[in-house]
C-alpha cells in the first residue's frame, strides 16, 4: 500500500485560501492517478478532486462542483508530493481532508488534516 501524510489545515475565515499537502511513499505514486477526499461531520466521504495524471501520461482532473473555480489540484512527481490550493474558502469546506489513489482509492487512509472555515 502507498503511505499517505497530509498536511496545512487550519482554522481560518471565510474567504481567506489554504494550501494542502500530501507526501507519498513509494515510486508507484507517481505511475497511478491520485486525488483529495474529504468528510465533514456527519456525512460521507467525498471525492474533491481527482486527477488521472501520471508522471507519464496526461489524464483529466475532475473537481466537486461545490469547488469548481475555487481549488487546484497539482502534483509535484518528483517529490511524490501533490497539492490542492483552496481558494475563497467557504464555511461548507469545513472538513477532515484526505489524499489517496483515484479514481480508486486504496482501503488505507492517512490521518487527515482537519480544515475550519469560520464566517
Known amino acids: 500500500q502507498v503511505q499517505l501524510v497530509e498536511s496545512g489545515g487550519g482554522l481560518v475565515q471565510a474567504g481567506d485560501s489554504l494550501r494542502l499537502s500530501c507526501v507519498a511513499s513509494?515510486?508507484?505514486?507517481?505511475?497511478?492517478?491520485a486525488g483529495w477526499y474529504r468528510q465533514a461531520p456527519g456525512k460521507e466521504r467525498e471525492l474533491v478532486a481527482g486527477?488521472?495524471?501520471?508522471?507519464?501520461?496526461?489524464?483529466?482532473?475532475t473537481y466537486a462542483d461545490s469547488v469548481k473555480g475555487r481549488f487546484t489540484f497539482s502534483r509535484d512527481y518528483a517529490k511524490n508530493t501533490m497539492y490542492l490550493q483552496m481558494n475563497d474558502l467557504k464555511p461548507e469546506d469545513t472538513a477532515v481532508y484526505y489524499c489517496?489513489?483515484?479514481?480508486?482509492?486504496?482501503?488505507?487512509w492517512g490521518q487527515g488534516t482537519q480544515v475550519t472555515v469560520s464566517s
Open positions: 489517496n489513489l483515484y479514481p480508486s482509492p486504496q482501503n488505507y
Open positions: 513509494g515510486t508507484i505514486f507517481r505511475f497511478i492517478g
Open positions: 486527477d488521472s495524471s501520471t508522471d507519464i501520461s496526461t489524464g483529466i482532473t
